[in-house]
């Protein structure tokens, strides 16, 4: 079974400059996370997908960063500017959902954003 | 909603000591229980997981952990340490209800010294 797939591995760009970080989850996982770690801390949830709708975005810097799902299986996050405190890991992690049971995340390798 | 608190940020071990990582946590309702490792430059890895039952939970690689409701804790534990058990290692908790984020602790930094 193929794992989550992120893109690019590495970026590097300067403030008030624009990225976009690509995800591939799991085959027929409903149920798709980005998380943002920073060095040093623990990852947090920015933003939570089932299927192609959105069901937890309260984390998410709306004025800057944005995330779409369009067709409930690849995702995007977009940071539009860039801040120099958006220098991050960015990890996207993907489940089967469903009601039964508790949800195991299988991580991507992530995505680490430099901003300069 | 929950919170994880690690309360050793790194932890030097020599190998073939025992190791024990510490993690509480807080939530207002029930919760499950993970261990996630991460080696450099790679994704986090789930180690083991408490659902329900048996609250000593075995995982990968040798690693153990205990459920303990009244302390509030699930601390994770190996009785003899590799080399290439060196890594960052995240506790993280997640309600039961519908959403079941993962809400995730600061992390220990696990060195083993030859």
């Known amino acids: 079974e193929a794992g989550v797939a992120q893109s690019p591995r590495y970026k590097i760009i300067e403030k008030r400059q624009s990225v976009a970080f690509w995800c591939n989850p799991i085959?027929?996982?409903?149920?798709l996370y980005w998380y943002q770690q920073i060095l040093g801390q623990g990852p947090k949830l920015l933003i939570q997908?089932?299927?192609?709708?959105?069901?937890?975005d309260s984390q998410l810097p709306k004025d800057r960063f944005s995330a779409e799902r369009l067709k409930g299986v690849d995702s995007t996050l977009k940071i539009q500017p860039a801040k120099l405190e958006d220098s991050a890991v960015y990890l996207c992690?993907?489940?089967?959902?469903?009601?039964?049971?508790?949800?195991?995340?299988?991580f991507g390798a992530g995505s680490r954003l430099t901003v300069l | 909603a929950q919170s994880v608190t690690q309360l050793d940020s790194q932890v030097p071990v020599f190998e073939e000591a025992p190791v024990e990582l510490r993690c509480n946590y807080s939530?207002?309702?029930?919760?499950?229980l993970f261990w996630y490792v991460q080696y450099p430059n790679q994704g986090l890895q789930l180690l083991l997981k408490?659902?329900?039952?048996?609250?000593l939970v075995k995982g990968i690689n040798g690693f153990e952990a205990e459920f303990n409701k009244s302390q509030t804790s699930f601390h994770l534990r190996k009785p003899s340490v590799h080399i290439s058990d060196t890594a960052e290692y995240f506790c993280?908790?997640?309600?039961?209800?519908?959403?079941?984020?993962?809400?995730f602790g600061s992390g220990t930094q696990l060195t083993v010294l030859p």
């Open positions: 992690a993907s489940t089967p959902g469903g009601s039964a049971g508790a949800n195991v995340l299988t």
């Open positions: 085959s027929g996982h409903a149920t």
């Open positions: 997908f089932q299927n192609n709708g959105v069901v937890d």
């Open positions: 939530s207002s309702v029930s919760v499950y």
């Open positions: 408490y659902l329900s039952g048996s609250t």
């Open positions: 993280a908790v997640s309600d039961r209800g519908s959403a079941r984020q993962l809400t």
